[in-house]
């Protein structure tokens, strides 16, 4: 604490202020940012007793051997071949729904039971044809609300920029009417689309408060029970901000209840189901191996162990069939953001993190010799994986990954992100409060969305293509704005244990100050805003001019999207691992939907639908 005083923190609160040019977004990058850092000043690490802070986590929940004793029985050739034919199946009703609803219900089921990526080809000629056809046109004619709603939600969910205009037959003196409140579920359809809006549609405004209002009214008196389950979970979160894999299974089950249920759809959701399951079994093995091998999380006690719910993590970003190498690996690298979080936040003293931060920076493993023993242990497993992801790249792609990318994109990233955090440890250890601004600009970057949109672009992507990475790299505004939102998602479920642990105050504290308003109001403008900036960044999915594939925006969007339902209840779902997250262990990994009945019935080749 004799530090407080020292020339070095008063100079690191100067610079804390300055590290706002994130705020100009369009010209901004990361590099001239790192070079605006003052160079780290080497420390020697005091020889004196230190006091450390206690994170305080709870251990991992989860028994390395429940893991590697998971089986499925459903696997094997015989049961994918099943799988293959349902497969046909359905694509057999793509073919034959013509009604445009129907085939806008077909699209929604599927994405919700979990396994729309199956479909993407069928999926996105259904609703080009429709988007060319006439966007503004009304399904049969008639003022369906919920017809027109799923039609502009899912249009633009696959990146069609439809008009609100769409809706403006609902409208009266640019108000909805009124009467429509009696049908929920045309209601509850508006409310979704509305949060596909872009910034500055004021329509899509309306639509947002008109429909959160009379949901939030009829939630009780809803007769049909299965509707209000479908409200009280869209109020709880909307899908645009929801994972489908994490609410499949949940889904499942009002879908087959539904009497819109397609047999053959439901038959492969849960075959799918199953498959993806079995995968991920294997996935979640080898990545507990590998961190047991690291023996990490017995070397480092104070760590938050976590390699079971950064799989669930990794999963939420992609469950895609094809993208078990991605999963493994950024299961390793958010295992990796973690521990060297608590280093940052909670273990390591301020020299020593000034230390650590400068050895890193040269990326000298001879310079190692200076460090404290855990933080050799940090920095050693660090190059390993670092090294073991190029090496991956170079041998499938042929790309030498090191050492032009690696040193622009892996090692200058992992510099760039110890660089944020010791200026969050700096502004603890002076006591120093930065203001709203302040912390997101820099917050941005500590919650590590930049590391984790990069590893995912290098590790789904084949060809990696410069273009992309530097585009990435470049900070733009779809991976500010999807970092900024996790920030605000993380702190809103996090910051309250986080500050009684010994921490800087997060964006909720920083508005508080700010605004001089009360945590309740803070928190709720806290939503107001990550509403904003997801419609900031639709603007951004539709502006063309992304050099990204679709499949990665869907992976930043999903990041995002993991974050709400992380923290959505205002609770810590990644520290700590029981309630939800537990639940979401169980049944994505362990438990398959007993299937014995469909196997044994005789398979019925034509669709029995329609
Ligand atoms: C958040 O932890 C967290 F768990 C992080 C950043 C590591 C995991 C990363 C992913 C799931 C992608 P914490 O709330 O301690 O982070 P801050 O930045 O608030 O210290
Ligand atoms: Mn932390
Ligand atoms: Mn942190
Ligand atoms: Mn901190
Ligand atoms: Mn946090």
């Known amino acids: 604490m004799a530090l407080a005083c020292s020339p070095l923190i008063t100079s690191c609160c100067n610079f804390g202020r300055d590290v706002i040019p994130f705020k100009s977004t369009k010209n901004t990058t990361l590099k001239p940012i790192i070079k605006s850092f003052p160079q780290t000043t080497k420390v020697a690490v005091s020889q004196e007793p230190v006091v450390r802070r206690s994170g305080d986590y709870p251990p991992c929940i989860w028994d390395y051997h429940f893991f590697q004793s998971l089986r499925t029985d459903y696997t094997g050739e015989g049961y994918n071949a099943q799988a ?15 009604d445009p609803l129907d085939q806008l219900e077909l699209i929604d089921h599927i994405q919700r039971l979990g396994f729309g990526y199956h479909f993407a080809g069928e999926t996105k000629r259904t609703l080009e044809k429709m988007y060319n056809d006439d966007p503004t046109k009304n399904n049969k004619g008639e003022k369906n609300l919920h017809a027109t709603a799923l039609k502009f939600r899912l249009l633009r969910e696959h990146g069609f920029h439809v008009s609100s205009e769409i809706f403006i037959d609902f409208t009266e003196n640019e108000k909805f009417i009124e ?31 008109f429909t959160s209002k009379i949901l939030k009214e009829c939630i009780k008196s809803i007769d049909d029970s299965d509707l209000g389950m479908l409200v009280s979970h869209a109020l709880e979160l909307p899908q645009q901000w929801r994972v489908p894999r994490l609410d499949a299974r949940w889904y499942m089950d009002i879908y087959e209840r539904s009497k819109y249920m397609i047999p053959e759809v439901l038959k492969f959701a849960k075959f799918d189901f199953n498959i993806v399951q079995g995968l991920n079994q294997d996935e979640l093995k080898d990545v507990s191996r590998w961190w047991k091998g690291t023996d990490l999380g017995q070397k480092l006690e104070f760590i938050r162990d976590r390699l079971p719910t950064s799989f669930l993590w990794a999963v939420g970003i992609s469950c895609n069939h094809q993208h078990g190498y991605f999963r493994r690996q950024i299961t390793k690298v958010i295992q990796f953001i973690t521990l060297l979080d608590d280093v940052y936040d909670v273990y390591g003293t301020l020299d020593e993190l000034e230390l650590f931060t400068s050895v890193v920076e040269r990326w000298d493993i001879n310079a190692m010799t200076e460090l404290p023993h855990y933080m050799k242990l940090c920095f050693l497993s660090l190059n390993n994986l670092v090294s073991e992801i190029a090496y991956d790249v170079l041998n499938e792609q042929k790309v030498y990954v090191l050492p032009q990318l690696r040193k622009a994109i892996d090692v200058m990233l992992w510099i760039d992100l110890f660089k944020h955090y010791l200026v969050e440890a700096r502004w603890y250890y002076s006591g120093y409060k930065p203001t709203f601004e302040e912390f997101l600009s820099n917050g941005l970057v500590t919650i590590t969305g930049p590391v984790v949109v990069i590893y995912s672009y290098i590790l789904t992507c084949n060809p990696i293509r410069k273009e992309a990475t530097d585009y990435i790299e470049s900070l733009p505004d779809i991976v500010r704005l999807a970092s900024e939102i996790f920030r605000l998602a993380d702190d809103f479920g996090t910051s309250s244990d986080e500050l009684k642990r010994g921490d800087i105050p997060k964006s909720i504290q920083c508005y508080m100050k700010d605004a001089g308003v009360s945590e309740e109001v803070a928190r709720t403008q806290m939503i107001d805003l990550m509403r904003k900036k997801w419609k900031q960044m639709m603007k951004c999915v539709f502006s063309g001019d992304m050099p990204l594939d679709w499949s990665a925006v869907e992976i930043i969007l999903n990041m995002v999207r993991m974050s709400h339902c992380t923290y959505n209840s205002g609770a810590d779902g990644y520290g700590v691992e029981d309630g939800l997250s537990k639940q979401r262990m169980f049944t994505l990994f362990t438990e398959p939907i007993p299937l014995l009945q469909e196997l044994l019935l005789p398979k019925i080749r034509e669709p029995s639908c329609l």
């Open 179 to 209: 009467s429509l409140g009696e049908d929920v579920k045309g209601i509850l359809s508006l409310y979704e689309a509305s949060y596909f809006s872009i910034e500055g549609e004021s329509l899509m405004e309306e639509a947002h408060s």
């Open 84 to 98: 293959s034919e349902l497969k046909e199946d359905v694509k057999l009703i793509f073919k034959k729904v013509v």
